[in-house]
Every structure is written in C-alpha cells, then in structure tokens.
C-alpha cells in the first residue's frame, strides 16, 4: 500500500485540474491566437504562469484504484500489474484469463 500522503496529494491535484481546466484552456487559446495582439498574448501567458503548478493536468500521477501504486499501471483498468493479476487469478474480471504456454 502507498503512503496515504501521496495518495491524498494526488487527489487534491486531480481536483485541482479539474476546477482550473476552463482557465487553463482559455488562457492557453488566448496565447495560441495569432490574430491577436502580442502584449495581450504576453498578458495572458503571464497570468497562466500565476495559476498554481499543481492545477495541471499534468501533474497527476496515474496510482492504482485499489493500492495508490504509482509505478507499472494500466490505463485501461487504473490498476497496477499486480492487482491487476490478483483480480484476473481470482476471475474477478470478466474475460481475462491468466496465460500458460
């Protein structure tokens, strides 16, 4: 199990990203117009860089649903490889079947 610490840290960015997402992408539309004036691009590229880094998206780590694993996830199933056999082992996913050869 991870440390309960980072786990909440990353939930308060995925909470983060999500409520400074229309900002974000407004400031970052305004700085990727052309048309429009340089010293209200500059403006606008200054007032992203003054939201807090951690309201990124970027900054979210992908953990693990059942463990906060951070290392060697799926994205399909947002689990780890090891909850993901232990699940698979135990049939609790439906058509996933653990392989022999």
Do not use: H
């Not at 780590?61 to 290392?71: A, F, I, P, V």
């Not at 609790?92 to 050869?101: D, E, F």
Request: charged content about 35%.
């Amino acid at each position: 199990m991870a440390k309960t610490s980072a786990v909440v840290r990353n939930q308060k960015r995925k909470a983060m990203a999500a409520r400074d997402k229309p900002k974000r992408v407004a400031l970052k539309n305004i700085i990727m117009d052309r048309t429009l004036p340089v010293e209200d691009r500059f403006e606008a590229s200054m007032k992203l860089a003054e939201l807090p880094r951690n309201g990124a998206r970027v900054r979210v780590k992908l953990r693990c649903r059942l463990t906060g694993r951070s290392r060697s996830n799926y994205r399909k199933f947002e689990l780890s490889r090891i909850a993901l056999r232990d699940l698979a082992s135990s049939g609790q996913i439906p058509g996933m079947v653990k392989s022999s050869w």
